[in-house]
């Protein structure tokens, strides 16, 4: 699995990574949990709160997003984006 994600303010992307788990043993949820970790640490980002939309969202387009109200610190972009890469 890749995990793509991407900081946006405004409408600019201010940074993006790229988070990787190849181990086929592990249930998907698993892998999108350790990727979804890494990628916010790759990002500098802390790990926002998943909702029920996200989970709808993912499982429907296979990207979601998050916005500041879904992070327990202060943030000073306007969503991070994220996507499984194919």
Known sequence: ?????RIVKDTKTVKDALAEN????AAFRDRLE???ISL???LDVPVPLW???????????????F???????????D????RVET
């Open 1 to 5: 699995m890749k995990l793509f994600g």
């Open 34 to 36: 350790e990727c979804f």
């Open 22 to 25: 190849n181990d086929d043993t």
């Open 67 to 77: 916005t500041p109200e879904q992070f327990l610190e202060e943030v000073t972009f």
């Open 79 to 82: 969503r991070l984006e994220i």
């Open 40 to 42: 916010c640490a790759e």
């Open 51 to 65: 909702l029920k939309k996200n989970t709808k969202e993912f499982a429907a387009y296979r990207r979601t997003f």
